[in-house]
């Protein structure tokens, strides 16, 4: 899968609707896009923002999400958070939309990100139609697990990369995919959300860049 990957960096983000500070913004960090097959991933992307927010809503059970959003908090949170990062040396978060064959389909990326520490957490999440195919949905998920993978090791030069998933049922063919790309189970934080009336678990998986080498080296996708 490694070499059919291409690299085409500081991607050009043109938003014609929001105004930059160009004196205090200079230059734009961490742009990376990403292709395998039809699959792609760009930095993200504003006419994708509304997708996403309903992609959100309806899986509100599975995120860190206690109420649905609207249309004026999803502008306000490209304004404040996503577009600022884009101008950051050592951003909080690198997000991309997710496509296929150019149309967005998820997103996710990089989020919780500790410089010092060299890690961060992966952050995914498809459009619910796209879940109904369990086949699919591990094929679409591996492809972005890869992407991620080759941007902390091979780029941000990250120690370790991780996951946090709610123990529900739902979550169950998310968790398995994790671990046939690799993530090692870590542990359980329990009782640690509240979710449909109760407490439930947090389950943590991670992947090191020490078996970044080793794991690509007989990894292969299958459909």
């Not at 899968?1 to 050009?12: A, N, S, V």
């Not at 890869?146 to 063919?173: A, C, H, Q, V």
């Amino acid at each position: 899968m490694e070499d059919q990957f291409l690299f085409l960096e500081k991607e050009k983000i043109e938003d014609k609707q929001i105004k930059i500070n160009k004196k205090t913004m200079k230059r734009k960090y961490h742009q990376y896009n990403l292709k395998y097959e039809v699959y792609e991933i760009v930095p993200i992307r504003k006419k994708d923002i509304f997708l996403i927010m309903d992609w959100r809503n309806k899986q509100i059970n599975i995120l860190r999400q206690n109420k649905l959003l609207t249309k004026r908090e999803q502008i306000k949170y490209y304004k404040t958070k996503i577009i600022p990062n884009f101008f950051k040396r050592h951003p909080d978060i690198i997000l991309f939309s997710y496509l296929y064959d150019k149309k967005c389909i998820g997103y996710g990326g990089l989020v919780h990100i500790d410089w010092n520490n060299k890690k961060a957490e992966l952050s995914f999440l498809l459009d619910p139609i796209r879940l109904e195919n369990e086949k699919q949905y591990e094929y679409e998920f591996s492809i972005f697990i890869n992407f991620m993978k080759k941007i902390s090791f091979e780029k941000l030069k990250f120690n370790k990369i991780y996951t946090e998933t709610f123990d529900l049922p739902e979550r169950k063919k998310h968790i398995e995919v994790l671990e046939k790309n690799g993530f090692k189970f870590e542990g359980k934080l329990r009782e640690h959300v509240y979710k449909k009336g109760k407490y439930i678990d947090s389950l943590i998986h991670s992947f090191l860049i020490k078996e970044y080498k080793e794991y690509e080296g007989n990894n292969k996708l299958e459909r």
